[in-house]
């Protein structure tokens, strides 16, 4: 029977807490595309043409969504399946690639698509110099 002091456990508990709170080594998938697009030489400071891409069961919701997303700014499209049976809603904006900004835009994306049954597939740009 393995006993521990009650002092080593209070310590164990407190660093479990501590580990529910921390900042993961491994970078969210919006962060990791900024740091892919840095190393690449992109200039993060300029407007870049950003692609987004939502997967839809039906095309009636794929043009759901592109309706929803056309009145936030965003240019959309709706592109028939290709390898899955999933439409694609296909957005487009040009803006400064933010962190913060991009985040919101998952939320915003992954509430949408999910109310829809769907889903978001991230984003991606072309290397601006």
């Not at 962190?99 to 597939?121: A, K, P």
Request: charged residues 20%; aromatic residues 10%.
């Amino acid at each position: 029977m393995c006993v521990i002091s009650r002092t080593a456990f209070t310590i164990l508990f407190i660093m479990g807490i501590f580990n529910l709170f921390a900042a993961s080594d491994n970078p969210a998938p919006d962060e990791l595309v900024l740091i892919q697009l840095k190393k690449a030489g992109s200039n993060l400071s300029k407007p870049h043409k950003i692609e987004f891409f939502l997967y839809l069961p039906s095309e009636a919701a794929a043009k759901m969504a592109a309706s929803r997303i056309q009145e936030h700014g965003f240019q959309a499209a709706v592109k028939p399946p290709l390898k899955t049976a999933d439409w694609l809603c296909f957005a487009t904006k040009t803006m400064v690639p933010e962190l913060s900004e991009l985040q919101h835009i998952r939320r915003d994306f992954d509430r949408l698509t999910h109310d829809l049954g769907g889903n978001y597939d991230g984003w991606g740009t072309e290397v601006e110099k």
